[in-house]
């Protein structure tokens, strides 16, 4: 009995290759910080090429938001996402913003769809300061040490009180 429902089992699943490599968003990595533009990347998982081409994605309405209990800041509205090759090669989606992040916490809503299947992901980061390398203080001068000055002129004879000489 046992064998014959892993068999079902397997059959099943070998005969919906689809369902076994959908797309998926994967982790977010961050290119920004606070006060920057928003850019970020987010992986795009089991991803093939007809799904790609097909892939919209966008932030998630008001609605679905407020279904989830987020807020949705205004400044989400100008977000864009767009499918690209990450830093490594891998296909991403590139998320950014026209105008600089203000805010030290970010939580997105990605609707993602494709001729196969809709996902909604929710994401939320953390943008830091940006850190700036500390400038080298300017280098003073080395102290020299007193030198001992020789004087090639004969040295003179201290004089005497009565102006002798001797």
Do not use: C
Not at 38 to 53: C, H, K, M, N, Y
Not at 118 to 143: I, W
Request: glycine share 6%.
């Amino acid at each position: 009995m046992k064998t014959a429902v892993r068999r079902i089992l397997l059959l099943s699943a070998l005969m919906s290759p689809g369902a076994l490599y959908a797309l998926g968003l994967g982790e977010i990595h961050l290119n920004s910080a606070l006060n920057q533009p928003f850019d970020a990347d987010i992986d795009l998982v089991s991803a093939t090429q007809e799904d790609l081409g097909a892939l919209r994605a966008s932030l998630a309405n008001g609605d679905t938001f407020a279904k989830y209990g987020l807020d949705r800041p205004s400044f989400l509205t100008d977000f864009a996402f767009r499918v690209t090759k990450g830093p490594n090669g891998q296909d991403v989606l590139k998320v950014t913003s026209p105008r600089p992040v203000t805010e030290p916490f970010v939580t997105l809503l990605v609707e993602a769809s494709w001729p196969r299947g809709k996902l909604l992901r929710e994401y939320t980061v953390l943008l830091d300061p940006p850190v700036f390398a500390p400038t080298p203080a300017a280098a003073e001068p080395p102290v020299q040490a007193p030198r001992a000055v020789s004087s090639a002129a004969p040295a003179s004879r201290p004089e005497t009180l009565d102006g002798s000489g001797t």
